[in-house]
């Protein structure tokens, strides 16, 4: 899912992938005392919207409000859902702008040297709303200086220590300066969540790693694996479910690992999730070759199997040399990256596959790239997200030689060339496709949803319109539908037009009929990113 960025002016960014769903950030004022029980409640019935059902407007004006943000991975996404959610539980409303706010959140990225300026742009400001600020993620983890040079004052909250986000954001409306980076030994997991799109849950199922990659600063902010219990696990996606979400996405640091901390693994979960008797569908976040390689009989025999798993996988390979490789300490070779993906291949010939190289890493050389070149042109991918090498204070590769900026940059261009041509070409074998569409998101106005093989799709027609020229059982089908739907979006509170951030589409998707629906189209056009369909 794709939502924009904010840019330091507060416009929206269009360019930019971080808000897909996917690093934004969130006077001290007497609080309302009431109960959890009540809270709880509406965060139930109404995840995501509004103050407590029956609450007065003098009663909102007296209770604090907070903003949040949030930038850089789905796993952040899903912390800043959790600490929204807490919040709103202990009597919080959302504010519509950080300006309007008692306290402003963000959730921090610090994956490579671009997303940290933006990090750096957004805190300053947040800073110069002259509200309390909470600074949460993985930037405070990986470089507390950095982030204390932007903000003194700011209060700091770790990628592991969400739980502590009620207490902080108190004491910052205090007046205090409060660090919370320690781990808590909460699991992330069957926490109250505000969702930024009612039809996408977000499951943590791990947090850190067991990767030693040079270049890689997250693992310095997140830690060691901690895999989450797979009975917890069904838990939260049967509760998420039952509260009307269509699309699973299970997310972590690194998803092939899942499990080898507490003697499993990620096949035996995704069997467990398989056996949940509702319609949904689940897609499986990023995972590291060396560890698919130790599953991938029993995972490609899953994928082919299973009517619950989108047909794609992200696998990031960063390299196509084996030198290379080895200084990025990967674990993984070339030979056994193509074994992984023509094993894939051979169970589900049209899976969607998506990596990620990084161009330029200190001692590539041309003959290095080349092989990357020809790696990729071997894995044909859909969707290849490239990043210019990246050196990110405290890991090894920041210590070692860095190759030339206008090399990087030609190496770059001519990457980004292939990966065109090689989208465009797979996207165009999808003309004249019918089939079924899961529709999760608006965007300009228009629905977009993921078919079977989480090919993005835009519908050029409006499916309102083309049922209205169908039967008229069918458009009093329609209307009935409509009518179920506006009573639940009757629960809404008209206070929370969320105009910019994360949330600021939600309220479009509670009031649309056709979210969360299935529907039969037929591809008509593409581009390199995305496929245009009717309805059929």
């Not at 490579?112 to 933006?118: D, F, I, L, M, V």
């Not at 995704?270 to 569908?281: A, H, P, V």
């Not at 949330?503 to 998707?509: D, F, P, R, V």
Request: hydrophobic content about 35%.
């Amino acid at each position: 899912m794709r939502l924009r960025s904010i840019t330091t002016n507060g416009t929206i960014d269009d360019e930019s992938i971080f808000i897909s769903l996917k690093p934004q950030l969130i006077d001290q004022i007497k609080i309302l005392k009431g109960t959890n029980l009540a809270s709880k409640k509406i965060i139930r019935e109404n995840p995501g919207f509004g103050t407590d059902e029956g609450s007065k407007n003098d009663e909102n004006q007296r209770r604090p409000s907070f903003w949040i943000e949030g930038y850089g991975c789905s796993a952040n996404f899903a912390d800043l859902e959790m600490m929204a959610g807490q919040l709103r539980l202990r009597g919080f409303l959302m504010a519509e702008n950080p300006e309007k706010s008692s306290i402003n959140l963000i959730v921090t990225c610090s994956v490579k040297n671009s997303t940290e300026h933006k990090m750096i742009n957004r805190i300053k400001y947040l800073t110069n709303t002259n509200k309390p600020l909470i600074i949460a993620g993985c930037l405070p983890a990986a470089d507390m200086s950095l982030v204390k040079s932007a903000n003194s004052h700011a209060s700091i909250i770790g990628p592991n220590s969400i739980d502590k986000v009620v207490e902080v954001a108190h004491a910052a409306m205090g007046g205090q300066t409060v660090s919370r980076l320690e781990n808590s030994n909460i699991e992330k997991i069957n926490i109250p969540r505000v969702r930024i799109n009612p039809i996408i849950s977000i499951v943590e199922i791990s947090t850190g790693c067991l990767s030693e990659c040079t270049f890689c600063q997250t693992k310095l902010a997140k830690g060691h694996l901690r895999s989450y219990r797979i009975g917890e696990i069904v838990k939260q996606i049967r509760e998420d479910l039952g509260h009307g979400s269509k699309e699973i996405w299970l997310t972590s640091t690194d998803n092939g690992c899942y499990g080898l901390d507490i003697g499993t693994n990620l096949v035996n979960m995704l069997r467990s999730c398989e056996k949940i008797e509702q319609e949904f569908k689940i897609r499986l976040g990023m995972m590291n070759p060396m560890y698919i390689n130790r599953m991938i009989n029993d995972l490609s025999m899953l994928y082919s199997e299973s009517n619950k798993l989108f047909k794609f996988i992200h696998i990031p390979i960063q390299s196509g040399s084996e030198r290379v490789l080895r200084k990025m300490k990967r674990g993984h070779t070339v030979n056994t990256t193509k074994d992984l993906i023509t094993r894939l291949k051979d169970k589900i010939p049209e899976i969607t596959i998506a990596t990620d190289i990084i161009t330029g890493f200190p001692t590539e050389t041309d003959e290095d790239f080349e092989q990357t070149l020809d790696l990729i042109s071997f894995i044909d991918p859909d969707i290849v997200n490239s990043s210019k090498f990246s050196a990110r204070p405290g890991t090894a590769a920041s210590k070692l030689k860095k190759v030339n900026d206008d090399i990087i940059l030609s190496r770059s261009q001519r990457l980004h060339n292939l990966i065109k041509t090689i989208a465009i070409r797979r996207n165009s074998n999808w003309i004249n496709w019918e089939g079924g569409m899961l529709i999760n998101e608006i965007e300009n106005g228009k629905l977009k949803g993921r078919n079977d093989y989480y090919k993005s799709i835009t519908l050029d027609r409006d499916p309102e319109s083309f049922s209205e020229r169908k039967t008229q059982s069918n458009h009093h089908t329609r209307i009935l539908e409509t009518k179920v739907y506006q009573k639940y979006t009757d629960k809404k509170e008209e206070n929370m037009i969320i105009k910019t951030g994360p949330y600021k589409n939600s309220t479009l998707y509670f009031d649309n009929p056709f979210m969360g629906k299935r529907i039969r189209v037929r591809i008509i056009g593409h581009s390199n990113h995305v496929l245009h369909a009717i309805p059929v």
